[in-house]
């Protein structure tokens, strides 16, 4: 099992910046993605941002240029450095890890966090 701890979410203006954090912990596998999804009231979860153990990234179109993903693998953590906010990017943001190989990968969610871009 892997446990995932986010923390970092909260309420900002638009424009501005906020950095989310998830820590992963348990049964660590080194062949894993971690990343972050998010969904709002009456929307599916949409993928945000993940990035491989290798640092090959991937981002959603609504976020590049905004949005930077980052990881530290020593600390199993993942980072999304948030920038130029907008109110449309109000949504519970959910950490993802996916790890192992072939029919043993499996996907891991954290609980989430809210982030809340008004004025």
């Known amino acids: 099992q892997v446990q995932l701890v986010e923390s970092g979410g909260g309420l900002v203006q638009p424009g501005g910046s906020l950095r989310l954090s998830c820590a992963a912990s348990?049964?660590?596998?080194?062949?894993?993605?971690m990343g972050w999804y998010r969904q709002s009231p009456g929307k599916q979860r949409e993928l945000v941002a993940t990035i491989t153990n290798r640092g090959n990234t991937n981002y959603a179109d609504s976020v590049k240029g905004r949005f930077t993903i980052s990881r530290d693998n020593a600390k199993n953590t993942v980072y999304l450095q948030m920038n130029s906010l907008k109110p449309e990017d109000t949504a519970v943001y959910c950490c993802?890890?996916?790890?192992?190989?072939?029919?043993?990968?499996?996907?891991?969610w954290g609980q989430g966090t809210q982030v809340t871009v008004s004025s």
């Open positions: 993802y890890r996916g790890q192992g190989y072939g029919s043993s990968w499996k996907d891991y």
């Open positions: 348990g049964s660590i596998f080194s062949l894993n993605t």
